[in-house]
């Protein structure tokens, strides 16, 4: 009786552990949040950082079903310039699953894509490398 009143005990608090934990460690909140946050790397949909913009925090290996937040416009082959506020470099690729022409942004970078791929991305990646 005293053993199985004491796993109860425990597994209680395991579960008590978790529950803090996981409020204590937010998820990232603003991954595709339409806001180019610290830890991220956004591709908007107009020159010069403006218009819509499609956030990651994490890699995509395939833009075709995603939309700028807020709107029904395709992030797939439909951006123009690009903001990494990463730590990463990150890769862009004119196909899905990282195919096609591949070009690498260093952290920090803000421009206007050039003629190979604006408005033809459809998968991006984030590395502790260059190209």
Known sequence: MRTKRARTIFAAMV????????AAMPANAG???GVVESGEFGLYYLDGQEGYV???????SNFSGDVFPGTSVSANDNTESYWNRDVY???VYTDAS??????????GHIGDA????RNTISSADFSSSSC
Request: with cysteine.
């Open 15 to 22: 579960a008590a552990i978790i529950a803090v934990l996981a």
């Open 31 to 33: 991954h595709k949040d």
């Open 54 to 60: 499609f956030d990651l925090a994490v890699g995509d």
């Open 89 to 91: 470099w990150w890769h």
């Open 98 to 107: 990282y195919g096609g022409s591949h070009g690498c942004l260093p952290s």
């Open 114 to 117: 050039s003629q190979t791929f």
